[in-house]
């Protein structure tokens, strides 16, 4: 059960950090676009996104994968679900990758920056002690 728990809110924290970092970038780098679901808008948009826009969109990545996988693991109690989070943003990179126009380099460092933040987040403060069952009180 924690480690379901501990998955399910890194998950939240992670999409949370992303999507607050991305609205803090847009303050920098703003986008004109009127209507989000007019595909050709947001195309347009994507393609003329400047290098610094892509530079913070990746460093979001790699820092909501890391806030992700923290949460996750010290809920849990385990490494292993910090990777949830992290390949959960990676996907979603993947598909924006795919979705949209972006330079090649976007494409690999998008996904490749969640899952270093999660493998960070996996090995932040160690693994936690096994409990031993015939010592507990």
Known sequence: MRAFLGILLGLVAAIAVQAGLDWIA?????????????????????????????????????????????????IARRGAVAWVPA????????????????????WFASLAAPLIGGMIA????????PRNPSTAV
């Open 87 to 106: 390949a959960v943003l990676a996907l979603m990179a993947l598909v924006l990758a795919f979705s949209y126009p972006m330079p090649a380099w976007t």
């Open 26 to 74: 847009g303050l920098f780098y703003p986008v004109a676009i009127t209507d989000l679901w007019d595909r050709n808008q947001v195309s347009e948009a994507f393609a003329s996104r400047p290098t610094g826009a892509l530079l913070l969109s990746v460093l979001n990545y790699f820092l909501a994968g890391l806030v992700g996988g923290v949460v996750a693991k010290k």
């Open 122 to 129: 996996r090995h932040l403060g160690g693994e936690p002690e």
